[in-house]
């Protein structure tokens, strides 16, 4: 399965990611390479959890993202 996940940058170092598509599937890291792997394997974990649990696993279906630039 595909999930797009989103990496913030800290203030103070760091990155932080979600996967918006898994609910509450946070990981964070000191830099980009590291922040992926974790929040690779976090989604993995949620994923398993879903399953072992029968629970359905969510997709991204009807999910759209763009960028947007503004003019200020």
Request: aromatic share 6%; net charge negative.
């Amino acid at each position: 399965m595909r999930y797009t996940a989103i990496l913030e940058k800290e203030v103070d170092g760091g990155y932080v990611a979600t996967v918006p598509a898994l609910p509450g599937c946070v990981s964070q890291g000191d830099t980009r390479d590291e922040v992926i792997a974790n929040i690779r394997e976090a989604a993995e974990l949620y994923i398993e959890d879903c399953v072992e649990n029968g629970d359905p696993v969510p997709d991204e279906a009807g999910r759209e993202y763009i960028e947007l630039q503004t003019a200020t």
